[in-house]
């Protein structure tokens, strides 16, 4: 049964730090490229950060130079390090599996199910 368990999420002011954490289990963690996506209310959610299963990493363009996705196979987590943080940036944060998308620029998750997400906010 696969489980998610994103961690790590709080109040930060414009500029700072944080990183996050996802914990996988359900043994499809190795074999996948693993993503970070975000969700503000209202809004869909949308992809961040991405890292195959080599450590080959891809960023959507609001966050390149801020962020850093890393993944640790043997303990099955995938982190998000993320710096020079805006308010922009507030939203609800969440780990999946990541699927590249047929024009190569975006990544998606093909699965239904999401963790309970962790909720960064960036404000003064």
């Known amino acids: 049964q696969v489980q998610l368990v994103e961690s790590g999420g709080g109040l930060v002011q414009p500029g700072g730090s944080l990183k996050l954490s996802c914990a996988a289990s359900?043994?499809?963690?190795?074999?996948?490229?693993m993503g970070w996506y975000r969700q503000t209310p209202g809004k869909q959610r949308e992809w961040v950060a991405a890292?195959?299963?080599?450590?080959?990493?891809n960023y959507a363009d609001s966050v390149k130079g801020r962020f850093t996705i890393s993944r640790d196979n043997a303990k099955n987590t995938v982190d998000l390090q993320m710096s020079s943080l805006k308010p922009e940036d507030t939203a609800v944060y969440y780990c999946?599996?990541?699927?590249?998308?047929?024009?190569?620029?975006?990544?998606?998750?093909?699965?239904?199910?999401w963790g309970q997400g962790t909720q960064v906010t960036v404000s003064s």
């Open positions: 890292v195959t299963s080599g450590g080959n990493t």
């Open positions: 359900g043994g499809f963690f190795s074999d996948n490229a």
């Open positions: 999946n599996p990541a699927v590249l998308d047929h024009t190569g620029t975006y990544y998606y998750s093909p699965y239904d199910y």
